[in-house]
């Protein structure tokens, strides 16, 4: 009389799962993925915007320190680096690059005065509260 086969016993044709069962554990694996996957894009976009909302507020610190030093307002964000207020100048989060401050001078200002009064975010579009970037 034959005996039956054990699991892991038998030709290696016979051994391992079958279709259903990696389909099966495929579709479980596309579940989970889609439900954690919206609430880590969101985190990392909300890491992005307090990263920049710090950047502005060590921008603008750097700004009133230099102007209660020197009795004026830095010509250009590089002249807060030059008179190491920062030690460099930051990254903007959202755009990923440090060119694109936009450089707000001070109100009644000539156009020909180069100064930094305010600085804010180059970026474009809305924040997740529906703020612009660009107002910050």
Not at 115 to 132: K, L, M, T, Y
Request: proline share 7%; hydrophobic share 40%; charged share 25%.
């Amino acid at each position: 009389m034959e005996q039956p086969m054990r699991s892991g016993e038998g030709p290696p044709s016979t051994r391992g799962f079958t279709l259903i069962e990696l389909l099966v554990v495929l579709a479980v694996l596309g579940v989970l993925i889609a439900i954690i996957a919206p609430k880590y894009v969101d985190r990392v976009d909300d890491a992005r915007e307090a990263v920049l909302r710090q950047n502005l507020v060590g921008l603008r610190d750097a700004i009133d320190a230099y102007y209660r030093d020197h009795g004026r307002y830095p010509e250009t964000l590089d002249d807060l680096v030059a008179a190491k207020y920062i030690r460099k100048l930051p990254t903007d989060p959202i755009t990923e690059r440090n060119d694109t401050w936009k450089v707000v001078p001070p109100d009644g200002a000539s156009a020909s005065t180069k100064s930094v009064f305010d600085v804010r975010s180059g970026a474009p579009g809305e924040a997740r509260d529906g703020s612009q970037y660009s107002q910050w």
